[in-house]
């Protein structure tokens, strides 16, 4: 399976997001692992939504 452009810049967007979010909870004292969980789950659901919408040219689903 080859990953397309698309599909890497959604992961990146993904990763990117993960990365801020987890990293800012740590910084604000978040020490336990459903704290960090917490905030991996909040840092997913915004790139996932943008990928199930259909109506999104770059990352939604049937983008190229």
Avoid: C, E, H
């Amino acid at each position: 399976m080859k990953i397309t452009a698309s599909q890497k810049a959604a992961l990146a967007s993904y990763g990117r997001a993960v990365i801020a979010t987890v990293l800012s909870a740590v910084l604000v004292g978040a020490k336990s692992w459903s704290d960090i969980g917490a905030a991996f789950i909040a840092a997913a659901l915004p790139p996932i939504i943008r990928g199930l919408n259909p109506n999104d040219k770059d990352f939604g689903v049937g983008s190229k």
